[in-house]
C-alpha cells in the first residue's frame, strides 16, 4: 500500500532534477527510468541521467534541507523526496555515473496478495 500521489510526486522530482541537470550540457542526452525487483520484497525504480552529476565534495548534503545547486532551487524538493520515500518504508539514495551524471534509486518495499 502506498501513496500515490505522494510516490507520483518523488519521481516528478527526480525526472525534473535530472532533465534540469542535463540542460546547459553539449552532446547526448538521455533521462533513463528503470524498475526492479530487489532483494527482500522491494521494488527499486532508478532515475539516471547524463548531466553533470552530483556536486564535488558536497553530494553526502543533496538530501538536507534548504541546499541545492540551482539558482531558482529551494533545496526542499530531494528533502521531501527521501522522506516521503522513507515514510512507505523505503529510502531514496544518489550515486555519480562515470564519466557524466547521477542515478537515484528509489526502494520501496512491496506485497503481493493472493488474488481469488
Known amino acids: 500500500m502506498a501513496d ?9 522530482n527526480l525526472m525534473i532534477n535530472g ?3 542535463m540542460k546547459d550540457l ?3 542526452r538521455q533521462l533513463a527510468i528503470k ?14 541521467d547524463t548531466g553533470v552529476g ?7 548534503q543533496i538530501f538536507d534541507a ?3 545547486t540551482k539558482v531558482d532551487g529551494t533545496g526542499m524538493g530531494l528533502r521531501i523526496s527521501r522522506s516521503i520515500a522513507e515514510s ?3 529510502r531514496l ?3 555519480d555515473n562515470p564519466p557524466r551524471g547521477a542515478t537515484f534509486h528509489l526502494t520501496l518495499p512491496f506485497k503481493t496478495e493472493a488474488h481469488p
Open 26 to 28: 553539449d552532446g547526448t
Open 54 to 60: 552530483l556536486p564535488a565534495q558536497q553530494a553526502d
Open 66 to 68: 534548504f541546499f541545492t
Open 4 to 12: 500515490r500521489v505522494q510516490l507520483q510526486q518523488v519521481l516528478m
Open 35 to 48: 524498475s526492479q525487483r530487489a532483494e527482500n520484497d522491494q521494488l527499486t525504480v532508478s532515475v539516471s
Open 19 to 21: 532533465i534540469d541537470a
Open 93 to 95: 539514495r544518489a550515486v
Open 88 to 90: 512507505h518504508g523505503g
